[in-house]
């Protein structure tokens, strides 16, 4: 049995660490004594929230602004931290946003940049950082996928569950490759979560009409990340009702259990 994963003096890299669940890691993380650098592009938050981190729990926060939308954004990062010494222990990939509407209507620039920041810098960022935790034998990778990655793909944010589904593969591709070196390898993937993503994507009308019984809050997400990483788990599914919807959307034939997503489309997304 594996022994619980402590936080305790390593230093962590948030992404999208400014609201929502990126925000939940940072006050989690150094709630059990981590060093943060988190990074996001708005730094006026990111100041704000290491402040009173620091202050509350005594750690080490950088901050570091950042568009990973920009294809030089992770080299100009990892050369930051390079510069500042500090290794990374553990690397949350938590930045994310959706691309509401249907593929044709939003054009390629969107789209490339929702490709980058969903698929390249995550990549890139474990590329670039993975070997120093294989050469000090110790660390993790959280990698911030969805439900929309484990169910099939809904009509609307077109690239959104083709994009976490490559994080789920290429996180359980980590885990083995990784395995037996002291890293732990993890894909977290929450439902509906209490955050500003579905503000920002102009879907909020339509998942406030959604039963409450299918929404977690942050806190409760990032508690069963943590749990996972505890137990070695790769894939984390937080919440009874979405570990449900995975076992029907496995179970299901193909065909039906695309039916049932395309029926519900409307309810969460806008295609229109």
């Known amino acids: 049995m594996s022994a619980n994963f402590d936080w305790r003096g390593q230093r962590a890299l948030i992404t999208g660490a400014s ?3 990126g925000h939940t890691y940072a006050e989690m993380a150094a709630a059990r004594g981590c060093h943060l650098v988190l990074t996001a592009r708005r730094i006026d938050r990111l100041e704000t929230l290491a402040a009173s981190l620091r202050s509350k729990h005594g750690i080490d926060v950088d901050c570091i602004a950042a568009d990973l939308a920009d294809p030089a954004a992770v080299e100009t990062l990892c050369a930051t931290l390079a510069e500042r010494g500090l290794a990374i222990d553990v690397l949350v990939n938590n930045a994310g946003f959706g691309v509401p509407g249907a ?8 789209q490339a940049r929702f490709l980058q920041v969903m698929i390249n810098a995550p990549a890139e960022l474990v ?28 009509a609307g944010s077109t690239l959104y569950g083709g994009a976490k ?9 980590l885990s083995l490759e990784t395995s037996g070196r002291g890293i ?15 503000d920002v994507t102009g879907a909020r009308s339509l998942v406030s ?8 809050d942050a806190a409760s997400v990032v508690q069963a990340s943590f749990d996972a990483l505890d137990r070695d788990r790769v894939i984390c599914v937080p919440g009874r009702v979405n570990r449900l919807m995975k076992f029907i959307a496995k179970h299901l034939p193909d065909q039906a259990a ?11 997304r806008r295609f229109d």
């Not at 993975?130 to 793909?153: D, F, K, T, W």
């Not at 695309?258 to 969460?268: A, D, H, I, P, T």
């Open 165 to 173: 589904s490559m994080l789920i593969k290429f996180s359980q591709s």
């Open 209 to 216: 009409q959604m039963p409450k019984y299918l929404w977690m």
């Open 127 to 154: 590329h670039r950082l993975l070997p120093g935790m294989r050469e000090r034998r110790r660390g993790a990778i959280i990698n911030v996928a969805s439900m929309a990655g484990l169910v099939p793909g809904s």
């Open 103 to 110: 593929y044709h209507q939003s054009d390629w620039a969107t």
């Open 184 to 198: 732990r390898v993890q894909a977290l993937c929450p439902g509906f979560t209490y955050s500003e993503f579905h």
């Open 258 to 268: 695309l039916r049932m997503v395309g029926r519900r489309s409307k309810q969460f």
């Open 19 to 21: 609201a929502g669940i």
